[in-house]
């Protein structure tokens, strides 16, 4: 078991008096990625509860990776972040896998790791962050009912390869797959950008001008309603985003969409318990699930018609790069620990 292993190895080399009860730590934040302003704003609301802590009386000084590197190139990040003496790493990781041999060095120097946004499979880390499955599910789920559990599908997805990508095509499918009248005609890449997501919108509407539905992530999803906006399809249901930018043009345009969220704030979430694991609080029994065994999932917001005015009325005075978001506050963070 994950908690065994933590308990036993590396909690007991980290947490031990002398930095269970300190009034500082150092914290590494890793972000492998930086293609989008959903990664930046990850980054700034980390550091915002770092600044909430020191409020506290417990001071976090931050050591940021944040830029695009392949997997050896994050490797080497966290390899630097443990010789600069940090207490703990939180990652965004660009494999599920990979990092498990240099996670265990972690452990072996007594470092706290914690992945968010996507799991590992490391039982030297946990996981704190949305279920990434459930995710894509909840988004499937209202989409298969809007068409009545029958239609012509596609979907557009994110960087082939990447675990959270793969994860929510797992969930995808496999809702989908409940809905003998849903066909998912085609599946397409188009690398959580923009641009691309609309490009590939097009061509999926001109190759299939019948589709019904359209299953697409994150901030593909602006282009790919331009794109439907375009051809002049009113009849299509698509997922949506949740950046300021598209809430605006959903509300302009009326759209027939949904989205579930995937908050920018979930490296806050990791550092709150980063921080009361570092002050020596021992995690419940029963708090840890998910693929690997090492997972805290959080709540996963959901925006449609019927709840879009009240979150549009807590955003729309942002800037349209911002993502709605949530974290979860130190006190709630409490209730994974005994």
Not at 48 to 77: H, K, M, N, T
Not at 162 to 168: F, G, K, Y
Not at 256 to 276: D, F, I, Q, T, Y
């Amino acid at each position: 078991m994950i908690r065994k292993s933590l308990t036993a190895a590396a909690a007991a080399v980290a947490l031990t008096a002398s930095v269970a009860h300190a009034e500082s730590f150092t914290i590494g934040l890793s972000n492998g990625w930086v293609g989008s302003e959903w990664r930046t704003q990850m980054i700034d609301e980390a550091k915002a509860a770092a600044e909430a802590w020191r409020e506290r009386g417990v001071d976090i000084e931050l050591v940021i990776q944040s830029s695009d590197v392949d997997v050896q190139g994050q490797i080497a990040a966290v390899r630097n972040m443990m010789n600069q003496g940090v207490d703990a790493i939180i990652i965004n990781p660009n494999s599920p896998t990979a990092f498990d041999p240099i996670f265990s060095q972690a452990a072996g120097r007594g470092v706290l790791v914690i992945a968010t946004d996507a799991e590992v499979s490391s039982q030297d880390a946990i996981y704190v962050g949305i279920d990434q499955k459930a995710w894509a599910m909840q988004s499937a789920e209202w989409l298969a009912k809007e068409l009545g559990g029958e239609g012509k599908v596609v979907a557009i997805n994110g960087v082939a390869g990447h675990a959270a990508n793969q994860m929510r095509i797992d969930g995808y499918r496999e809702v989908f797959a409940k809905y003998p009248g849903i066909e998912v005609v085609n599946e397409t890449n188009a690398n959580w950008d923009q641009a691309q997501g609309q490009q590939a919108m097009q061509t999926l509407l001109a190759t299939y001008p019948d589709i019904d539905g359209v299953w697409v992530q994150d901030g593909m999803a602006a282009g790919a309603w331009r794109a439907i906006n375009e051809a002049g399809r009113t009849d299509i249901a698509a997922t949506g985003e949740i950046r300021v930018d598209f809430l605006n043009d959903w509300k302009a345009n009326g759209y027939r969409s949904a989205a579930s969220v995937n908050p920018p704030g979930v490296m806050a979430s990791a550092l709150n318990v980063a921080v009361l694991r570092l002050q020596g609080r021992e995690f419940k029994d029963d708090v840890f699930g998910g693929v690997y065994g090492n997972a805290i999932y959080l709540p996963i917001p959901f925006i449609s018609n019927e709840n879009f005015e009240e979150v549009y009325e807590q955003v729309k005075d942002k800037p349209g790069y911002y993502s709605v978001t949530s974290s979860i506050t130190v006190e709630e963070a409490e209730q994974f620990f005994q």
